[in-house]
């Protein structure tokens, strides 16, 4: 993928590895990576070190023997006895953004809004991204690896993969040493979606799927992506990475599986895809949560949750389902009561 012109349509566009990032401006393949300090410190920084992916993250840092410090928005997560060290990711103060960074040879980013709420929407998130990369330069840090989106593009009518590109682009205009990783769907762990899924056809007798349900879903194990993450911070050279496992099954061949696994007797139904973004506001507002978002539901449809390139990560998604069935959707995962309570900045 160049950065000089605008890229193809994004569902023909097929995945890479170490691939420029789309900027805007010319490609810079193979140049050198910016570094703000020589010497590893031995300490990392985190956003979300109690959230999910920031949360694998993390715990492959400290097993690696990595001090590791977090900028969260919900401290009060932290475990008592923690080994992470905890600074407030305030965006309104670059003084202490960059008194948080100081010292950090990486940056491992995954910052990010699932859906617009309250004050916060996607063009604020581009903005507060902007202002992290911005005072992580100034800190010093050496080198950024950032949790992205397969198939960002300026170009998106959707504003979740357009800000998403964004955020990419101004990562690179920060001139920091940067990977930058591009997961579809995140599984395992305390993962929403599978769950979610799986809880609904617990207790629901049907469960509609949009159009043919024939757009391929490309999930990545969250512990692969920790991993691709950690290892993509001790490399040297620029590059963005599709976070892909190996497996890409249909939406609907995902849902009928986790049926099996769960053992539930629901009816898969196929509706008009116009229909799913009712459907879900409608079991939201019963729930209190965001279930899908319209923009969510046209990204799978359009085929943006999937690649074609090689896996990245080793975890079959069929393999995990069978071993975990037993307890995937007991309890329902509220997403606005993980990031919204008090109306702190998210992490994915």
Known sequence: MTTATSPPPLTDRPAQTDHPAQTGRPAQTGRPAQTGRSADT??????????????????????????????????????????????????????????????????????????????????????????????????????????????????????????????????????????????????????????????????LPLFAVGGRGDYRIRAIHVDDLAHLCVTKGAERHDGVTDAVGPERPTFLELVHSIRDVVGSRARVVQVPGATVPLFARLLGLALHDVLLSREEYRGMADGLADTDGPATGSTALSVWLADHGAELGRHYANELERHFAAQSPSSS
């Open 42 to 203: 031995g300490l990392d920084v985190v956003t979300g070190a109690f959230s999910y992916s920031g949360r694998a993250i993390a715990g492959l840092l400290l097993d690696a023997g990595r001090h590791v410090r977090t900028l969260t928005g919900h401290p009060g997560r932290a475990e008592q006895d923690s080994p992470v060290e905890v600074r407030p990711l305030d965006f309104e103060d670059q003084i202490g953004l960059i008194g948080s960074l100081e010292g950090a040879t990486t940056l491992y980013n995954t910052y990010w809004v699932r859906f617009a709420h309250g004050r916060i929407d996607h063009d604020v998130a581009v903005a507060n991204s902007r202002t992290l990369f911005h005072a992580a330069k100034k800190a010093g840090v050496r080198r950024v690896v950032h949790v992205s989106i397969t198939h960002p593009s300026v170009d998106s009518p959707l504003p979740y993969f357009r800000g998403k590109a964004l955020v990419e682009r101004a990562l690179v205009e920060a001139d920091v040493s940067y990977a930058i990783l591009r997961p579809a769907i995140l599984f395992g762990g305390a993962g929403v979606l599978l769950n979610n899924i799986a809880w609904l056809l617990r207790h």
